[in-house]
């Protein structure tokens, strides 16, 4: 009688930034596919992208195609790893052809928040004096704000969480602008002050969701990832998703966007606005769930109607000039 020899189910390499944020956020997949495949294996491969690499230039000076996503879409392109763990907001709505988003995670709170400096414990973002410096390295944010607070004073800020919170205590900002979901997953809570509402600052595409990036072929990897899929996060991010492809808006452009969810009824808003904040606009649509993505392009449509497309080609011609010097 013969015996048949089993192959090992193959070793899964998931890819990730070298970031603590990241990290943190890959390790938790890793866990929650480990916990749903006990007889796989899921090991973590980290790469430093072009985004990391660069820390004194402003976002919107040095491109956003892939700023954050590239080394690692290359790394499943040359089959060095298997997925990629990306912050959604971060991942282009355009993927490199082969590539796919696989699957959108359950949303943490997708709002921005507001961290003051200890001197400016009894401020919130409406009372904080004339000239106070606001952190930010978001043109979406910077514009939202510039439009509701022209007093304050708003400076770019760069590097990894604990360097700009370093900044803020040392000094450097009266507050910073960052995403409350980057701060939860951290374990650093106790440093929001004010979680902005959307009728001040509509958060980015995909904020507070993690985006799974893989080959569009890898059918055994595919099938592994709806195990941590969330299908009312993944309405909401193809929405707007939906949206910000059809402005054709990377995410250094100031577009913000807010879904709600009840029942199978999909609500999306969203804003275009200039970059000193001076020009705005703002609507919203309501639709079937199932029917997200044309949410997105009709949202598009009514914003072009009221001049979105003027105002971010003038964005354009602007960064591109910068990129240029």
Not at 46 to 52: F, L, P, Q, W, Y
Not at 194 to 204: D, F, G, R
Request: hydrophobic content about 35%; charged content about 25%.
């Amino acid at each position: 009688m013969t015996s048949t020899v089993t192959s090992p189910p193959r070793i899964i390499r998931i890819g990730s930034r070298k970031s603590q944020l990241a990290l943190v956020q890959t390790y938790w997949i890793q866990k929650k596919l480990q916990e749903a495949f006990p007889d796989r294996q899921f090991e973590v491969q980290t790469m430093s992208t072009h985004g990391d690499k660069i820390l004194d230039v402003a976002l919107s000076k040095i491109g956003d195609k892939g700023l954050f996503t590239k080394e690692l879409e290359l790394g499943m392109i040359n089959n060095e790893i298997d997925f990629a763990v990306h912050s959604l907001k971060d991942l282009p709505t355009k993927l490199p052809e082969g590539l796919v988003l696989g699957v959108v995670t359950e949303r943490e709170n997708p709002a921005d928040a507001l961290v003051v400096h200890q001197k400016h414990q009894d401020k919130q973002i409406d009372t904080l004096p004339a000239g106070a410096v606001v952190g930010t390295s978001s043109l979406r944010r910077l514009a939202q704000l510039r439009h509701h607070f022209p007093h304050l004073s708003f400076k770019d800020v760069r590097g990894n969480l604990n360097t700009r919170l370093k900044k803020l205590d040392d000094g450097d900002y009266d507050a910073l602008i960052l995403a409350v979901a980057g701060l939860e997953r951290l374990e650093m809570s106790d440093r929001i002050h004010q979680k902005l509402p959307s009728e001040v600052s509509l958060h980015a595409v995909g904020q507070g969701a993690l985006g799974i990036e893989c080959r569009g072929d890898d059918t055994e990897v595919l099938e592994l990832l709806k195990a941590i899929e969330h299908q009312p996060t993944t309405q909401r991010c193809y929405a707007e998703r939906s949206f910000l492809r059809e402005l054709e808006g990377g995410c250094q452009v100031p577009i913000g966007v807010n879904t709600q969810l009840e029942g199978t009824t999909l609500t999306l808003t969203g804003i275009v606005a200039s970059v000193d904040g001076t020009k705005f606009v703002k609507d919203t649509v309501t639709g079937e769930a199932t029917n997200a993505e044309q949410l997105g392009i009709e949202l598009a449509g009514k914003l072009r109607e009221q001049g979105a497309q003027e105002i971010l080609d003038k964005i354009f011609t602007e960064i591109q000039r910068d990129s240029d010097k």
